[in-house]
């Protein structure tokens, strides 16, 4: 399994209106609020933890392989293009460590 963790953060000169069409256009999805400011929202590679902040829109996703992962990625940055035409919003990925499955 490999935890991805998106950081979409407005481009340098970009008002925070773009983060907030991003995240219309992310729970325009099928989506469930779990929190203020944090939703379950069901992409096309998955289900994914939103948390909207003034600043950052972190998405988290678990996907079980690189493919996926790559599917992902890419995914992710066509929604952002699809929110703003591709403009004010830079997106950085990272990992998050997740423990092995217990053997059986």
């Given at each position: 399994?490999?935890?991805?963790?998106?950081?979409?953060?407005?481009?340098?000169?970009?008002?925070?209106?773009?983060?907030?069409?991003?995240?219309?256009?992310?729970?325009?999805?099928?989506?469930?609020?779990?929190?203020?400011?944090?939703?379950?929202?069901?992409?096309?590679?998955?289900?994914a933890?939103?948390?909207?902040?003034?600043?950052?829109?972190?998405?988290?996703?678990?996907?079980?392989?690189?493919?996926?992962?790559?599917r992902?990625?890419?995914a992710?940055?066509?929604?952002?293009?699809?929110?703003?035409?591709?403009?004010?919003?830079?997106v950085?990925?990272?990992?998050?460590?997740?423990?092995?499955?217990a053997?059986?």
């Amino acid at each position: 399994m490999i935890s991805l963790v998106a950081l979409l953060r407005t481009a340098p000169g970009v008002g925070s209106a773009a983060l907030r069409d991003v995240s219309a256009h992310l729970r325009s999805f099928d989506h469930v609020l779990c929190a203020p400011g944090q939703y379950l929202v069901s992409l096309p590679v998955g289900t994914a933890l939103i948390a909207e902040s003034r600043t950052v829109v972190t998405i988290d996703l678990v996907v079980t392989s690189e493919d996926a992962a790559a599917r992902a990625c890419a995914a992710v940055a066509r929604e952002v293009e699809a929110a703003l035409g591709g403009f004010g919003v830079v997106v950085s990925w990272a990992r998050r460590e997740m423990p092995a499955p217990a053997q059986r």
